[in-house]
């Protein structure tokens, strides 16, 4: 079973940039595979952000595609997330997941990771 | 894009049925029959509980199932036990190639 770990700075200025990045084990970025960042604002509800594939596609939420960019590394077997001109609406929790399991994908988010929290504040 | 619509709360006894909603709209829920459920548990990541409206992953209680008409789909849980008391999120693909979950609703156990 996939194991995936995301990783921040957990406090960032307003204005400033966030950049996560996800470690996976048990499966390859290499293959057919599709990764996925959801966020969750303390006490709040799940939010989409986007999603990558192995090969690089990415789709994004429209409300955030302006200022998210999501990345993969082959080499590090990982993937990242960078968002620019945050503010404390974009203080939650930042969980990755895969859609796939058992080498198939899915429209659904199969494994997570246990979520990292990242504050805008000064 | 809109979140999906659930009620905040739905409370039952145990071993009772609840169904909690999702409403969407003819761009997500009525376009595709790609909705799924999570679960979670405070503090906890979610957890996938149903995809493709109805199917169940291996591994999760055939105690709760999935349907959809039109524009809302619908998760029931049956045989309602203390280990089902969490927050319930909805999530449907939607037609600008993007996913949109619905607002959550927490299940209590009386």
């Known amino acids: 079973q996939v194991r995936l770990q995301e990783s921040g700075p957990g406090l960032v200025n307003p204005s400033g940039t966030v950049s996560l990045t996800c470690a996976v084990s048990?499966?390859?970025?290499?293959?057919?595979?599709?990764w996925s960042w959801v966020r969750q604002p303390p006490g709040k509800g799940l939010e989409w952000i986007g999603e990558i594939s192995h090969s690089g596609t990415t789709d994004f939420n429209p409300s955030l595609k302006s200022r998210v960019t999501i990345s993969i590394d082959k080499s590090k077997n990982q993937l990242s997330l960078k968002m620019i001109s945050v503010t404390a609406a974009d203080t939650a929790v930042y969980y990755c997941a895969t859609y796939c399991r058992g080498g198939q994908c899915y429209w659904a988010l199969w494994d997570w990771g246990q979520g990292t929290l990242v504050t805008v504040s000064s | 894009q809109s979140a999906l619509t659930q009620p905040a709360s739905v409370s039952g006894s145990p071993g009772q049925s609840i169904t909690i909603s999702c409403t969407g709209t003819r761009s997500d829920i009525g376009a595709y029959k790609y909705v799924s459920w999570y679960r979670q548990h405070p503090g906890k990541a979610p957890q996938l509980m149903i995809y493709?409206?109805?199917q169940r992953p291996s591994g999760v209680s055939n105690r709760f199932s999935g349907s959809k008409s039109g524009n809302t789909a619908s998760l029931t849980i049956s045989g309602l036990q203390a280990e089902d008391e969490a927050d319930y999120y909805c999530c449907s693909y939607a037609s600008s190639r993007s996913y949109v979950f619905g607002h959550g609703t927490k299940v209590t156990v009386l």
């Open positions: 493709d409206v109805s």
């Open positions: 048990g499966a390859s970025i290499r293959s057919g595979s599709w």
